[in-house]
């Protein structure tokens, strides 16, 4: 048997060194050497003894399997590893590290079979080489060393590759979840149970109960004496008792609120700007200066939006960078008709709901406040009953949709068995910054069209249809004057209206953030988190007393602050899409995965910040994309002026199957 030149060892042995050493760098643990040296001693052995074909394919099979299993380890520099990139998308990261795990216990053996089929193949190709002349012989093992090469290449493609279609990736990828305690699982899925069954189960029984009533004075089988009989036994006397006494303390129970269906608005295509045309747009305004342009432009480039987010129909004209924008009560009139109709028709169409069958009405919208109301007008449109309950939201910012659903809980809860339709929305018509003020000028390339629609209820026969259930609800408003004057609607020096945001914004949303979290942690943490944090706090007190006392060996000690792991009660996060660096600090601060906040991420690349409604645009983008799951708990977190921080614990009932997979876009006419 021919076997190859000993250079061919060479190289394919010094190929796996390489690699191994590689790997070893970009891996940070303390195990790699013990891992991976004695493969690495192993192909060095087999470099230097040459020993023949029996070493090279050993070599082969372990340079196979060492690659399998450092594509199914996690790894803390993967970038470094994997590629020298910087934008390689999220979801391409996780959907190569699941295939690999998933595909670690099969590729082995497959490997070993392409390893031993390039040998027999070199093998040919060196005897075909020997009855050749020099040159030819030359080329021919120049070829048989370029297949193998070139194989291995293509059979590391797939984890080096830069493109991924992520709508595809999204529709298909397997969802991290963590581990949830047994107690919130046991908890979500009595929410589950009890609002599809327990209604349906009350029902059956009270009928039953009369039906048996009927039945026994029907055919005379109750009657007065034997009556007195069963009262008299002490036994059936007390189980009436208990009955009764169950029956009083359910009809005590706060009622719950529910969610039946939500909907948001969808731009149009002609509503939809890129980055590039919105910067034409503000050129055609003809009052920002070079330096303004350049800094707007900056700010987009650096924003997270994408290319194709909402502005209103006023801005339409300037896509030709000439013409500047009008404005007026009337175009924003006909901008909140435009989000808000369509979405009113929508809820209601998929609720089934007559609009005479909505006792209340709320709509939140900070910066337009016509006379009559937004409310006004959409009673108007859809001829609400004359006794319904309106209330007409202004000015409490991006996290006024988390203060609407709150306003709704408590006026379903206090008037049991009605509904609410709650309306989230922001208007841009009159709100387009015109001076050249920098804090000012980024909420011209931050704030979006959009809003969004949701029916509430407190009745009993909608649990069993409705889509989300209400847990919680917290509001926290910080009111010192850093948090007050954190985000203002002010006039600059030059007398143009805009609304202002300060350099300390993200510091005060951490420290709302932190004080809503305090309220929230105890209703939704685990029992061992919690423990946790109680065990963090004594130490720390302990500790600060001890140094009080003038203990010496404690004046060092220092115990550092334990933040929960909310993840472990809450699948789904809804984070309000503030703009990249909110989105970032609250993952930063609350520990979550970038898989936790895509959502987030997502929707500011396709929808911009809606303000208030942005919540409901991810919750959207979890239904279709997200691996949502009946009983899985979803956190919606806004931020707003003055300063707020308010936040909504739902869980699902129901999934929509229609939707998954399908993007949010593809809906819009």
Request: with cysteine.
């Given at each position: 048997?021919?076997?190859?030149?000993?250079?061919?060892?060479?190289?394919?042995?010094?190929?796996?060194?390489?690699?191994?050493?590689?790997?070893?760098?970009?891996?940070?643990?303390?195990?790699?050497?013990?891992?991976?040296?004695?493969?690495?001693?192993?192909?060095?052995?087999?470099?230097?003894?040459?020993?023949?074909?029996?070493?090279?394919?050993?070599?082969?099979?372990?340079?196979?399997?060492?690659?399998?299993?450092?594509?199914?380890?996690?790894?803390?520099?993967?970038?470094?590893?994997?590629?020298?990139?910087?934008?390689?998308?999220?979801?391409?990261?996780?959907?190569?590290?699941?295939?690999?795990?998933?595909?670690?216990?099969?590729?082995?053996?497959?490997?070993m079979e392409a390893e031993e089929a390039a040998t027999k193949a070199e093998e040919v190709e060196a005897t075909k080489a020997a009855s050749l002349s020099p040159k030819k012989a030359v080329d021919a093992k120049g070829e048989a060393q370029a297949r193998?090469?070139?194989?291995?290449?293509?059979?590391?493609?797939?984890?080096?590759?830069?493109?991924?279609?992520?709508?595809?990736?999204?529709?298909?990828?397997?969802?991290?979840?963590?581990?949830?305690?047994?107690r919130i699982q046991a908890i979500n899925w009595a929410h589950v149970i009890a609002a599809t069954y327990l209604g349906h189960t009350v029902r059956l029984w009270t009928m039953f109960a009369f039906a048996l009533v009927a039945c026994g004075l029907w055919?005379?089988?109750?009657?007065?004496?034997?009556?007195?009989?069963?009262?008299?036994?002490?036994?059936?006397?007390?189980?009436?008792?208990?009955?009764?006494?169950?029956?009083?303390?359910?009809?005590?129970?706060?009622?719950?609120?529910?969610?039946?269906?939500?909907?948001?608005?969808?731009?149009?295509?002609?509503?939809?700007?890129?980055?590039?045309?919105?910067?034409?747009?503000?050129?055609?305004?003809?009052?920002?200066?070079?330096?303004?342009?350049?800094?707007?432009?900056?700010?987009?480039?650096?924003?997270?939006?994408?290319?194709?987010?909402?502005?209103?129909?006023?801005?339409?004209?300037?896509?030709?960078?000439?013409?500047?924008?009008?404005?007026?009560?009337?175009?924003?009139?006909?901008?909140?008709?435009?989000?808000?109709?369509?979405?009113?028709?929508?809820?209601?169409?998929?609720?089934?709901?007559?609009?005479?069958?909505?006792?209340?009405?709320?709509?939140?919208?900070?910066?337009?406040?016509?006379?009559?109301?937004?409310?006004?007008?959409?009673?108007?449109?859809?001829?609400?009953?004359?006794?319904?309950?309106?209330?007409?939201?202004?000015?409490?910012?991006?996290?006024?949709?988390?203060?609407?659903?709150?306003?709704?809980?408590?006026?379903?809860?206090?008037?049991?068995?009605?509904?609410?339709?709650?309306?989230?929305?922001?208007?841009?018509?009159?709100?387009?910054?015109?001076?050249?003020?920098?804090?000012?000028?980024?909420?011209?390339?931050?704030?979006?069209?959009?809003?969004?629609?949701?029916?509430?209820?407190?009745?009993?026969?909608?649990?069993?249809?409705?889509?989300?259930?209400?847990?919680?609800?917290?509001?926290?408003?910080?009111?010192?004057?850093?948090?007050?004057?954190?985000?203002?609607?002010?006039?600059?020096?030059?007398?143009?209206?805009?609304?202002?945001?300060?350099?300390?914004?993200?510091?005060?949303?951490?420290?709302?953030?932190?004080?809503?979290?305090?309220?929230?942690?105890?209703?939704?943490?685990?029992?061992?988190?919690?423990?946790?944090?109680?065990?963090?706090?004594?130490?720390?007190?302990?500790?600060?007393?001890?140094?009080?006392?003038?203990?010496?060996?404690?004046?060092?000690?220092?115990?550092?602050?334990?933040?929960?792991?909310?993840?472990?009660?809450?699948?789904?996060?809804?984070?309000?899409?503030?703009?990249?660096?909110?989105?970032?600090?609250?993952?930063?601060?609350?520990?979550?995965?970038?898989?936790?906040?895509?959502?987030?991420?997502?929707?500011?690349?396709?929808?911009?910040?809606?303000?208030?409604?942005?919540?409901?645009?991810?919750?959207?983008?979890?239904?279709?994309?997200?691996?949502?799951?009946?009983?899985?708990?979803?956190?919606?977190?806004?931020?707003?002026?003055?300063?707020?921080?308010?936040?909504?614990?739902?869980?699902?009932?129901?999934?929509?199957?229609?939707?998954?997979?399908?993007?949010?876009?593809?809906?819009?006419?």
């Open positions: 048997m021919a076997q190859p030149s000993f250079g061919r060892k060479v190289e394919v042995t010094g190929e796996l060194v390489t690699a191994v050493d590689r790997l070893t760098r970009a891996i940070s643990m303390d195990f790699v050497d013990d891992l991976f040296l004695p493969q690495q001693q192993m192909v060095t052995r087999a470099f230097s003894e040459n020993t023949g074909l029996q070493d090279l394919q050993r070599a082969r099979r372990r340079k196979a399997e060492v690659d399998n299993l450092a594509r199914a380890i996690s790894i803390d520099g993967r970038e470094d590893f994997l590629m020298d990139t910087t934008e390689e998308p999220l979801c391409h990261l996780r959907k190569t590290r699941i295939g690999m795990k998933q595909a670690s216990a099969e590729e082995p053996s497959k490997s193998p090469a070139a194989g291995l290449e293509a059979k590391e493609a797939p984890a080096t590759a830069v493109k991924i279609d992520r709508d595809g990736c999204d529709e298909h990828k397997e969802h991290f979840r963590e581990s949830k305690s047994l055919s005379g089988a109750w009657q007065l004496p034997y009556l007195a009989v069963l009262v008299s036994n002490q036994v059936l006397a007390q189980l009436l008792l208990a009955a009764v006494l169950v029956m009083a303390y359910m009809g005590q129970l706060t009622p719950s609120v529910y969610c039946l269906e939500s909907s948001v608005f969808v731009p149009p295509k002609e509503w939809q700007f890129t980055r590039d045309e919105i910067l034409t747009c503000m050129k055609a305004q003809q009052c920002f200066t070079e330096s303004s342009i350049e800094f707007m432009r900056k700010i987009l480039a650096n924003s997270g939006t994408g290319e194709s987010t909402a502005w209103p129909p006023i801005m339409f004209p300037c896509r030709d960078g000439e013409t500047p924008s009008t404005t007026g009560v009337v175009p924003a009139r006909e901008e909140a008709e435009a989000v808000i109709f369509p979405i009113v028709r929508d809820v209601l169409k998929r609720t089934g709901l007559q609009p005479k069958q909505i006792d209340f009405l709320i709509i939140n919208c900070s910066l337009f406040s016509p006379t009559p109301s937004l409310c006004a007008l959409v009673s108007h449109e859809f001829g609400l009953r004359e006794d319904v309950r309106s209330y007409n939201l202004g000015g409490m910012g991006c996290s006024a949709n988390g203060i609407a659903v709150d306003l709704a809980k408590q006026l379903l809860q206090n008037r049991p068995g009605s509904r609410a339709l709650v309306i989230s929305t922001e208007n841009l018509t009159q709100n387009l910054y015109r001076g050249n003020e920098k804090a000012w000028l980024l909420q011209n390339t931050l704030f979006r069209c959009g809003g969004c629609a949701l029916v509430m209820s407190s009745r009993a026969s909608d649990a069993s249809r409705a889509k989300y259930k209400l847990l919680h609800t917290f509001r926290t408003q910080i009111s010192d004057e850093q948090a007050y004057k954190s985000v203002v609607q002010a006039p600059d020096g030059d007398g143009n209206v805009g609304v202002a945001l300060s350099k300390e914004i993200i510091k005060v949303a951490g420290r709302a953030m932190k004080r809503n979290f305090t309220q929230l942690g105890p209703h939704i943490l685990p029992l061992r988190e919690q423990a946790k944090v109680v065990a963090n706090r004594c130490a720390s007190t302990g500790v600060a007393f001890a140094k009080k006392a003038g203990l010496p060996y404690l004046k060092d000690l220092q115990v550092a602050g334990y933040m929960p792991k909310f993840a472990r009660g809450i699948e789904h996060f809804c984070i309000h899409t503030g703009g990249r660096a909110v989105i970032e600090g609250v993952q930063q601060n609350l520990g979550l995965t970038d898989e936790q906040v895509a959502p987030s991420f997502r929707t500011l690349e396709d929808f911009g910040n809606t303000s208030s409604s942005s919540v409901w645009y991810e919750a959207e983008w979890i239904e279709r994309h997200g691996g949502l799951r009946v009983g899985d708990r979803i956190l919606q977190l806004a931020f707003g002026s003055g300063f707020k921080c308010n936040s909504a614990v739902w869980v699902t009932l129901r999934v929509d199957r229609k939707k998954q997979g399908v993007p949010l876009k593809a809906t819009s006419s």
